[in-house]
């Protein structure tokens, strides 16, 4: 049996040569449905940024919904009607929005690591 050693970049990749009557035993999944670790990395990455997108997402829905409920609960029998603030309402809809774009793009990222390195996918639903 001989080896060969050979750098490509920064990585160095050793090739062993058996004789025709010898095989490497390989794992069921075979060589080429090996867990991409690169992806894995980005996978779990992403995942981990997801995360930390939903929450900041649910905190400014909460604000939101307290903004609403308040507004909701005044009736013009206390002797006073708040004035809803249209204005807050519209920047916190805007910040939800643009967390919900970047929520798809990382869902995105983290379905196309998902199929290199093994992962289940994410799915989404509209309600």
Same mark, same amino acid.
């Given at each position: ?43 779990? $990455?992403?995942?981990? #940024?997801? @995360?930390? &997108?939903?929450? *900041?997402? %649910?905190?400014? !829905? ?28 519209? $920047?916190?809809?805007? #910040?939800? @929005?643009? &967390?919900?774009? *970047?929520? %798809?793009?990382? !869902? ?20």
């Amino acid at each position: 049996m001989d080896s060969i050693i050979q750098s490509v970049g920064n990585r160095s990749i050793v090739v062993i040569v058996l004789p025709d009557d010898q095989t490497i035993p390989t794992s069921e999944k075979g060589f080429s449905e090996m867990t991409d670790y690169d992806a894995l990395g980005r996978y779990t $990455e992403a995942s981990s #940024k997801l @995360s930390s &997108l939903l929450y *900041e997402r %649910n905190e400014v !829905i909460m604000q939101l919904q307290k903004l609403t409920s308040v507004a909701i609960g005044m009736s013009i029998s206390a002797g006073v009607v708040l004035v809803f603030n249209v204005v807050k309402a519209q $920047e916190l809809i805007g #910040k939800i @929005s643009k &967390l919900e774009e *970047e929520i %798809n793009s990382t !869902i995105s990222e983290i379905n196309t690591n998902a199929t290199k390195c093994g992962k289940s996918t994410i799915r989404t639903s509209v309600q």
